[in-house]
């Protein structure tokens, strides 16, 4: 019987992988990371991998495969918590006008790193919120960095999506 529950468990969390799972970004956990080492300024360059979305919402244009942006990142490491701050970017969507990206959530004594943010923009003709899940890993001790961004973006037209970033970041 428990081997049942386990796999009714085991499958209920499979048929729940995908859109219909919302990742709280808001509050993400500490890592147990010591120190300061990771904090910096860094290149950053991200690419376009997949998208699920429309190559345009109520008349804004959305990010599709192979798009790319470079920017400064800044991080800020405080034992196990870990914050990334995108300067303002006019190519990248969610970095425009004056608009910075910023994530924060936890680092792992082994260089991995867990960090997310939610964004909304009210725009004249269209709302829409981007919820931002970023795994990456330390590199080169921690000189670089490197991993993946999900953003889930909702629109108030019932637009429902995702776009998967790759990024890499060299400390400047």
Known sequence: MKR???LAALLALTASCG???VINVDSMPWGN?????????????????????PSAIMGYDVPSVTDTWSTTATLTQEEGSLEMFLAPNTQRPVCQAGVACWFDGGIYWHGNFRI?????WVGPSVDLSLINLVD??????VDAFE????TRV?????????IRFEFTGTRM
Request: hydrophobic share 25%; aromatic share 12%.
């Open 116 to 120: 997310g943010g939610t964004y909304y």
């Open 147 to 150: 991993g993946w961004i999900q």
């Open 33 to 53: 990371a010591a120190g300061t080492a990771a904090s910096g300024t860094f290149s950053y360059n991200e690419v376009v991998t997949e998208s699920s979305c």
């Open 4 to 6: 049942i529950a386990t």
């Open 154 to 162: 909702q629109a108030s037209d019932g637009t429902d999506c995702e």
């Open 19 to 21: 859109q219909d799972v």
């Open 136 to 141: 990456g890993r330390f590199t080169e001790g």
